[in-house]
């Protein structure tokens, strides 16, 4: 079972790996400026507020879970295709819109599956998300080896592949896990009761709002860590190389180091991703020579995947089965929704004017986050 869910996550970050660094080269490739990349990025993200939990209430209509993530997988590599033509900004701006705020409900949909599956089935959900993290250091290093030989549309033609495999990994690999005890279905008033609890929760909006402004600091980075570190002389395949550092640390984090982190407890964790992004992107921000920046990327596995796995846990904890979906949903929409979307807005226009200094943007975000972390330490609801 941890070999077939964590095959889907592969599937979906294989996808992920290549375009998180490369989609904006595709962009500048078909004559983008940096501002407009930003637009195009950012503007689904600034949606998730309101598409995340829209999708979490459709996902939930479903008899069993891995319906929709199949279903979501099909409808984004059709909205991928027809990117493929020369159609300029405003038409790459709106299906880029759809294609991206399908595909991001992937991810916690299927954490929501695995994250049950872990405690019933006994094992540690680090190993299949890890398999997904492999996935997307090969999506790094594969996408930068075949941008230093072949042109950047090679970028699109990848991410489609990708997306279809993770439609057949929904369908032959999720197990047939229902929404609901009995396989019943819920009713629309059920669920929407369950998000209206969440919003109302002072501390889950406490804890998923420090969540969002730490991982929404990796903005910058996601948009334009490959065109900064062009500037600098980095070729496209080392970027490649650059990035899988970050996520090869980010593994051994998942796979390795279960019983320390369940030791140091989700509150502990959040509040050392929070310190370590503030360290990185200050240090990235000042363009520090190429010997330094291998070990600041190592410090991704705790500006993301100690974050990432503290806030699964803590929102898990202050949810209930009933809103477990709509929970994760709001988590993500807010980690790499409205306030990664209002980041990577402004880091267009930061690279354009400033180049790697739009990085201390982030500081700041990931400054503010530490703050909100600290204050969980006061949520009773947490203890234990």
């Not at 080896?145 to 699109?156: C, F, G, H, K, Q």
Request: charged share 10%.
């Amino acid at each position: 079972m941890p070999v077939r869910l964590g095959l889907f996550y592969a599937a979906i970050f294989l996808g992920s790996g290549a375009s998180s660094p490369y989609l904006p080269v595709w962009f500048h490739h078909r004559g983008l400026s940096g501002a407009q990349i930003g637009l195009i990025l950012s503007a689904p993200l600034l949606a998730r507020a309101v598409t995340a939990p829209m999708i979490g209430l459709w996902a939930d209509s479903f008899k069993l879970r891995r319906t929709p993530l199949a279903l979501l997988a099909l409808m984004t590599a059709a909205a991928y295709a027809l990117m493929a033509p020369h159609l300029g900004f405003a038409w790459w701006f709106t299906i880029w819109f759809v294609a991206n705020s399908l595909y991001a409900a992937l991810p916690p949909l299927h954490d929501v599956i695995v994250l049950n599956r872990a405690r019933t089935d006994g094992f540690n959900y680090g190993w299949p998300r890890g398999m997904g993290s492999a996935a997307f250091i090969i999506g790094n290093i594969g996408m930068g080896a075949i941008l230093a030989r072949w042109s950047p549309e090679l970028v699109l033609v990848w991410m489609v592949m990708a997306v279809l495999a993770a439609a057949l990994g929904g369908q032959f690999l999720i197990p047939p896990d229902p929404v609901l005890a009995g396989g019943a279905k819920a009713e629309l008033s059920d669920r929407l009761s369950g998000l209206k609890a969440l919003v109302r929760d002072k501390d889950f909006m406490l804890a998923v709002c420090s969540v969002g402004l730490i991982q929404s600091a990796h903005a910058f980075y996601y948009g334009f860590s490959a065109l900064a570190w062009k500037q600098q002389g980095v070729p496209e395949s080392l970027t490649g190389v650059l990035w899988g550092v970050g996520v090869a640390v980010e593994v051994g984090f998942l796979w390795f180091l279960e019983p320390w982190r369940r030791r140091l407890g989700p509150r502990n964790l959040l509040v050392l991703g929070g310190a370590a992004s503030v360290v990185r992107w200050t240090t990235l921000a000042f363009s520090p020579p190429l010997w330094l920046t291998f070990p600041v990327q190592a410090l991704h596995t705790f500006t993301y995947a100690a974050t990432f796995v503290a806030s699964l846990e803590i929102v898990e904890r202050l949810s209930s089965r009933a809103n477990a979906s709509a929970a994760q949903l709001m988590n993500s929409a807010l980690s790499g929704g409205m306030l990664m979307g209002l980041a990577t807005m402004a880091s267009g226009a930061l690279f354009d004017q400033w180049g790697a200094k739009g990085y201390l943007l982030m500081s700041a975000m990931s400054l503010a986050g530490l703050a909100g972390a600290v204050r969980l330490y006061g949520v009773k609801r947490l203890n234990g």
